[in-house]
């Protein structure tokens, strides 16, 4: 099969620390094309919605959105809802990287359809090794969904 493969992410965070370490724990990991990083859920909408800063976006839809839950102007919450009832969007696989511990977040990231709910480390070597399973696994393991023409 001489099919590409697509590794694009977008990541949704507004916490500039964590977006910059996981971009360069992504980046020296191999499998990423391209990273795309927004720091709030409504700059998020525009990117996969081809509008406003990304009206001119051509690149087709991420292989894997990370997204962080606590977030100004559109919540991670919000996003996900938004992302897993777009018919164009749905399969896209969202794992929500964020520092939230909190049960009614993780319930509802599962219930809005959530492929995975990871707490961002405190200490820096396990927030690296965090970032790489993330990685290795949704980048390099997984067989995405086929993109729809």
Not at 47 to 59: D, H, K, N
Not at 73 to 101: C, F, H, N, Q, Y
Not at 115 to 142: H, Q, R
Request: negative net charge; proline residues 5%.
């Amino acid at each position: 099969m001489n099919q590409h493969v697509n590794r694009q992410v977008l990541l949704v965070d507004d916490s500039v620390d964590d977006a910059e370490l996981a971009i360069n724990v992504l980046s020296d990991y191999g499998p990423v094309e391209m990273i795309t990083v927004v720091n709030d859920g409504a700059a998020a909408v525009d990117y996969l919605q081809c509008r406003g800063a990304f009206a001119g976006r051509t690149t087709g839809n991420p292989a894997l959105i990370l997204l962080d839950v606590k977030m100004p102007k559109v919540d991670g919450l919000e996003l996900l809802r938004d992302i897993k009832t777009d018919e164009k969007l749905k399969t896209i696989p969202v794992v929500m990287l964020t520092s939230s511990r909190e049960e009614r977040d993780i319930v509802n990231s599962y219930r809005l359809g959530s492929n995975g709910y990871v707490v961002k480390p405190m200490v820096f070597s396990e927030f690296v090794d965090t970032v790489k399973k993330i990685g290795a696994f949704w980048l390099s393991v997984n067989e995405p969904a086929p993109a729809r023409s």
